[in-house]
């Protein structure tokens, strides 16, 4: 008779004991496959909130200065070997090695202009890019769609009387010139026509107030403002999002300085840090929680395999007194371990990802989704047949240890 046929039998003839096991580590494999899908999940999302911050790479034209100083006063400082960024540049930033991880390049031209009699900064922008790096913008009114519209910072908005308030308004725009009713706004815009650099353009859109240089400034297209500059081409500053969850930021920063080496590249480590920070803390909860988890299941599988040596006492001293070695004992219990702990790890990889996806919505915004992969299914097995057999060592020595003579005063 086969070792692997009477382990087989053993588990027919126990099936409430093996589907107890099947249940305790499909539990455990189940917490710890829903915990890593759910912390994969938060992890792109709190990557892709971190990146609707803003830009975390700043790309400038390179120059050199010096301070001058003379009789002990500080005069203006000179700048030489000065260069310009261009178009080519935008460019050139897309030939990078990974240039996959960059998720928005919006460049920029910004030169100082006359609105209504003002100096105020105007900054051309190409508005696809520019709305999608800046998430956190507030726009009343609509997205530029003509040359020749602008979006007004909000103090510019004031200071030119092109905004009024609503009273009794307490809601706030809609992010990045999502068109809403004039109930849910804090102002209303009260002209349409503005004279920017001595030509008129309309105001498609008002940003709400953010605290920052946006609120002084007045944007219009790229293009447009190369030519109203007399700069065409040229750009002041790309700034760039790059997707960086699984790469060092330092390393599209250093490509980008090999590719444009006339101007100079920086990283926005904050945001850098906030989102490693993040990202850290999740994946050690998650293994912490899992390992916890997988502990207790090993627990239950190790009394449970105790208890059944002891009470197939009788049953291993007959297959010792009929000849079974040692090691044919240990390999029967083994063989049913194994069977179990692999019926377990699937079960609890199904149970997981399906928990997972049920609990996706509470944690995440609506879109996230939970991956399906196979790495993550041969993970579950591996894991659970190690616990299975881990667990097991002991009992599966001690019951090949039994005396046979001592087991089989018990038939």
Known sequence: MRIGTIAFANLKRRKGKALFLVAGIGIGIGTAVALLSLSGSLREEIGSQLDRFGANIVVTPHSDSLSLEYGGISVAGVAFDEHRLTGEDVAGVLRIPYRKRLSVIAPKLLGAVEVEGRKTLLAGVDFSSELRLKRWWRLTGGKPEAADDVLLGYDVARAVSAIEPLPGAAGRGRPNGEHHPASEERFRIARERLIVAGREHRIAGVIGQTGGAEDRMVFASLGHVQDL???????????????????????????????????????????????????????????????????????????????????????????????????????????????????????????????????????????????????????????????????????AIRASRLDPSEAVRHV
Do not use: N
């Open 229 to 395: 500059l007399g700069k065409p081409g040229q750009l002041s500053v790309i700034e760039i999002s790059a997707l960086c969850k699984d790469c060092p930021i330092e390393d599209i920063v250093a490509q980008i300085r090999k590719e444009l080496p006339h101007a100079r590249a920086s990283a926005i480590q904050q945001s850098v840090r906030a989102r490693t920070e993040a990202v850290d803390r999740l994946t050690r909860f998650s293994a912490v929680v899992s390992a916890v988890v997988l502990a207790i299941g090993a627990l239950m599988v190790f009394t449970t395999m105790m208890s059944s040596v002891v009470e197939r006492t009788r049953e291993i001293g007959v297959l010792r007194a009929i000849g079974f070695r040692r090691t044919h004992i240990i390999k029967g219990l083994m063989i049913e371990v194994a069977v179990i702990s692999v019926a377990g790890g699937v079960l609890g990889w199904a149970a997981g990802l399906l928990a997972s996806r049920l609990a996706l919505p509470y944690f995440t915004e609506a879109g996230a989704q939970i991956e399906v992969r196979a790495s993550l299914a041969l993970f579950a097995v591996a894991v659970a047949l190690s616990t299975g057999m881990v667990s097991s060592v002991y009992p």
